[in-house]
């Protein structure tokens, strides 16, 4: 049975929300200057606009759940991101680059963190108390790791 050990919001700043809104009005703004050259292409651009805008809203995560054996990055509706603990080797400050599967919601460096797993690409998150989340996350493992070995 899955309980909840921790669960922290990610940090959000306005930087990173203008990044994400910036394209979107572009394509609005564009739509209107170019309608009396082609007035067809301005239901595309409006189309592609609130696509764009849907992608950015589902894909921006909401909550980071560390559960007894698993953490969990949910997202808006349905959509959660699971990573089971046997998976998972450590959680630690991200490197100045990282590669891997990149879920950012601010700009600032000082609140992310990596999760680095097995033979699978490393995840970055960005929760609002790095410290909290980080101590939670050692003191879960570690009782999962005592239960698995029992």
């Known amino acids: 049975m ?3 050990v921790y669960e922290d919001r990610p940090r959000t700043d306005i ?9 979107v009005a ?22 592609a606009a609130i696509i764009m805008a849907i992608l950015y809203f589902l894909i921006i995560p909401t909550r980071y759940c560390i559960l007894n054996n698993k953490m969990r990055i949910e997202f808006r509706g349905p959509f959660a991101f699971n990573m089971p603990f ?7 400050d991200a490197r100045w680059s990282t590669a891997g599967i ?11 963190l990596e999760i680095v ?17 980080v101590s939670n996350f050692h003191k879960a493992f570690q009782d999962w790791k005592q239960g698995k070995d029992i």
């Open 2 to 4: 899955d309980y909840v």
């Open 15 to 23: 930087w990173l929300k203008l990044i994400f809104l910036l394209p």
């Open 26 to 47: 572009l394509i609005f703004i564009s739509a209107f200057i170019f309608s009396k050259s082609d007035p067809a292409g301005i239901y595309v651009a409006i189309g």
């Open 86 to 92: 046997d998976t998972i080797t450590d959680v630690r």
């Open 102 to 112: 990149n879920l950012p919601t601010t700009m600032s460096q000082s609140s992310v």
């Open 117 to 133: 797993r097995k033979g699978r690409m490393s995840v970055t998150i960005t929760p609002a108390d790095k410290q909290a989340f």
